[in-house]
T-cell receptor
């Protein structure tokens, strides 16, 4: 069965610090998809990135970057020069190719960025 | 920008009552989902819906739950006889194809008293 583990429950940083959120996953499928979602204090879930299992290239989008390593089953998320507006709960999620795109979420990491 | 819309944003109901949570998915999307998040916990899959039928459901989605797409735009989740433990945020989501990103609504906070 698929599983996503986010071992960091809560991280506190000061503005402008870099922070990395860890995500480790388990799946039996060779084709799968990984996602990160952001849940700000207002409660909605905001899509950040999707990555398929055949694409191990790291991705950068502004201050956000993602490091996908199949060898360690990890899909880590780094925020560079964090800002107070980055404060949110971040969820890593997985869907297997055999399903109807149902997402299995990790427990989330709460990031608190203080000024 | 197209978005998933959920109503109401907050609903309070008495234990044993029926509730219907409503969602309007993004118009050209074909896959629809309900997830729930008990306060402070992770987001859990309930059910997926494609081609006018349930395609997958979790063990949480028991006989007290049902989904319906009554017309071309709405997607509803009905809870027949609510229990205290049904109190949670319920998220509707949609996607345009399989294994692509799902876009979530802002959620309906259900409080059962």
């Amino acid at each position: 069965a698929q599983k996503v583990t986010q071992a960091q429950t809560e991280i506190s940083v000061v503005e402008k610090e870099d922070v990395t959120l860890d995500c480790v996953y388990e799946t039996r499928d060779t084709t799968y998809y990984l996602f990160w979602y952001k849940q700000p204090p207002s409660g909605e879930l905001v899509f950040l990135i999707r990555r398929n299992s055949f694409d191990e290239q790291n991705e950068i989008s502004g201050r956000y970057s993602w490091n996908f390593q199949k060898s360690t089953s990890s899909f880590n998320f780094t925020i560079t020069a964090s800002q107070v507006v980055d404060s949110a709960v971040y969820f890593c999620a997985l869907t297997e190719n055999s399903g109807y795109s149902t997402l299995t979420f990790g427990k989330g990491t709460m990031l608190l960025v203080s000024p | 920008e197209p978005e998933v819309t959920q109503t109401p944003s907050h609903q309070v109901t008495q234990m044993g009552q029926e509730v219907i949570l409503r969602c309007v998915p993004i118009s050209n999307h074909l896959y629809f989902y309900w997830y729930r998040q008990i306060l402070g916990q992770k987001v859990e899959f309930l059910v997926s819906f494609y081609n006018n039928e349930i395609s997958e459901k979790s063990e949480i989605f028991d006989d007290q739950f049902s989904v319906e797409r009554p017309d071309g735009s709405n997607f509803t989740l009905k809870i027949r006889s609510t229990k205290l433990e049904d109190s949670a945020m319920y998220f509707c989501a949609s996607s345009d194809r399989s294994n692509t990103e799902a876009f979530f609504g802002q959620g309906t906070r259900l409080t059962v008293v």
